[in-house]
């Protein structure tokens, strides 16, 4: 897996990958809050190595998506998912689109780079796909909230919303999702002794 070699795996990184982890196992929906500015997106993108797969699923075209795609493409079952600010109706659409996006990567890459079919075949594109990070779920308001909700109940996958302190009360207003959340994590500053230790 190819990852920003400029990354620091601190502490609450892995803290933040073990909750991750334990989303995925258990197949719940979890809830990542903290203040702006500690980490939150960067070591979701880290995570599901987004920086690579994002340039290789945004294409013109298939023949650019062809041209596009390197072995990283091969390995994905994680989504990193910026929840719009306006225009949010097309969030469902913008998964479906991002995840056929890895499915015709994969089966072009293997086709031009190793000569035969991929040996998946499917309709279901999620069935791959581990997890699901949505960032900004501050922005979404219940009807979006609701599409991915259906999405979470019909693929049988994870979910984790990373938000504002609070968000988590903000969600428990809507029951038929809250009662999906099996897990929180609060994503904390630096201590003080691992901040000193990184600018050594």
């Known amino acids: 897996m190819t990852k920003n070699q ?18 995925i196992k258990y197949q719940y929906i979890g809830i990542c809050y903290g203040q702006p500015g500690v980490g939150k997106t960067l070591s979701s993108r880290y995570y599901t190595n987004w920086d690579t797969i994002e340039k290789q ?10 041209s596009k795609t390197t072995d990283d493409i091969l390995s994905v079952d994680k989504i990193f998912y910026t929840a719009p600010a306006e225009k949010q109706t097309k969030l469902r659409n913008d998964l479906y689109s991002i995840t056929a996006s890895i ?23 999620f069935k791959y796909i581990d997890l699901i990070i949505v960032d900004e779920i501050d922005r979404l308001k219940v009807q979006h909230l609701e599409q991915l909700r259906a999405i979470y109940d019909e693929h049988n ?16 207003r ?23 230790h990184i600018l050594e």
């Open 6 to 23: 400029n990354f620091i795996e601190t502490k609450e990184y892995k803290r933040f990958a073990e909750f991750c982890d334990a989303c």
């Open 57 to 66: 699923v945004n294409h013109r075209g298939w023949e650019d998506l062809a």
């Open 103 to 125: 499915d015709l990567g994969q089966k072009l890459h293997v086709v031009n780079k190793y000569g035969h079919e991929h040996s998946k075949h499917y309709s279901d594109m």
């Open 157 to 172: 996958l994870a979910m984790i919303f990373i938000g504002m302190p609070g968000i988590e009360k903000k969600l428990s």
């Open 174 to 196: 809507y029951p038929q999702l809250y009662s999906r959340i099996g897990f929180a994590h609060e994503f904390d500053n630096l201590s003080k002794d691992e901040t000193h």
